[in-house]
C-alpha cells in the first residue's frame, strides 16, 4: 500500500509541475452580447483554459496590447469596432494571435479576400458548444504546429454561398 500512496504523490507531483511548466492557453472572447459571452466563458474555462472577455473591439484591442493571448474569439457584428475592423488593426499592428470570427450570417456577396486579414476559422451562429469546442481545440492544434495562417471553414455550413467565401479564403 506505500508504493501505491508513493506513486500517487509521484503523480500529483508531476501534474502540478506540468501545471505549472505548461499554464493553461490563454483566450479573449470579444463578445457584445452578454448572454453569449458568459457561455462561452463557461464552456472555455471548463474545458481548461484561461479566459478573458471584452465586450467591445476598443476594449479588446487594448486588452491585446497588454497581454498574451493563444487566441481571440471575436464577433463579428458588433457596434463599435467590428470584429474585422479589429483583426484588421491587430495585423496592422503585427499581432499574430490566432482567431476564429463568429458571423450571425454568411455575407451574400461575392468574397473579396484582398478585404478579409487573416482569420483561422468562422464560427456560424447559431453554434453548439461541440462546435465551439471543437473549432478551439482545431485552431489552437495547428497554431501550436506553426502553421498560424490556415484556414478553418465553419462546421455548420452548407449553402453555396458559403461555398463560395471558403473556397476564396482557403486559397
Known sequence: MAANKISRTGGSAKAALQCQTHPPQRILVVEDEPDIRLLDTEVLSES?????????GLLALHTLKTGRYDLL?????????????????????AMMVPVILVMGTMPTTEPNVNQW???????????????????????????????????????????????????????
Open 48 to 56: 481548461g483554459f484561461q479566459v478573458d472577455t471584452a465586450e467591445n
Open 73 to 93: 474569439i471575436v464577433e463579428e457584428e458588433m457596434s463599435t469596432v467590428t470584429g474585422m475592423e479589429l483583426v484588421k488593426a491587430m495585423r496592422s499592428q
Open 117 to 171: 486579414p487573416q482569420i483561422q476559422a468562422i464560427l456560424l451562429k447559431p453554434y453548439t458548444v461541440a462546435e465551439l469546442s471543437m473549432t478551439v481545440k482545431e485552431v489552437l492544434r495547428v497554431a501550436g504546429n506553426g502553421a498560424n495562417f490556415w484556414f478553418a471553414p465553419p462546421s455548420n455550413w452548407q449553402s453555396p454561398v458559403c461555398s463560395r467565401w471558403v473556397s476564396a479564403l482557403m486559397m
